[in-house]
């Protein structure tokens, strides 16, 4: 099995910052990929950023310049450093990994349980 573990939601002021961590821990054989998705009430999730094995990046445009994802290969731990941030980020984050376990398969997804970060005044 595969676990994805989020920490650091929990409601800042328009223009602050927040840090999420997500933690992948299991019988990991290799991460292909670790990225935050958000989700607001009643709309589809959707991709915040995302950070593949060789280090590549990509951001949603309503983030860039403002978000930064980044990772510890040693810990297979992603982080998301969110600043100036706006009331439209309101949303649950959610951690994804893209992991192939041990023992063979294909690399599958794996979503961490979410976490609610709330940006108002």
């Known amino acids: 099995q595969v676990q994805l573990v989020e920490s650091g939601g929990g409601l800042v002021q328009p223009g602050e910052s927040l840090t999420l961590s997500c933690a992948a821990s299991?019988?990991?054989?290799?991460?292909?990929?670790l990225g935050w998705y958000r989700q607001e009430s009643g709309n589809p999730r959707e991709l915040v950023a995302l950070?593949?094995?060789?280090?590549?990046?990509t951001y949603t445009d309503s983030v860039k310049g403002r978000f930064t994802i980044s990772r510890d290969r040693a810990k297979n731990t992603v982080y998301l450093q969110m600043n100036s941030l706006k009331p439209d980020d309101t949303a649950v984050y959610y951690c994804?990994?893209?992991?192939?376990?041990?023992?063979?398969?294909?690399?599958?997804?794996?979503w961490g349980q979410g976490t609610q970060v709330t940006v108002s005044s």
């Open positions: 299991g019988s990991i054989f290799a991460i292909y990929a």
């Open positions: 994804n990994g893209v992991i192939r376990m041990t023992g063979g398969g294909s690399f599958r997804n794996y």
């Open positions: 950070i593949t094995t060789d280090d590549t990046t």
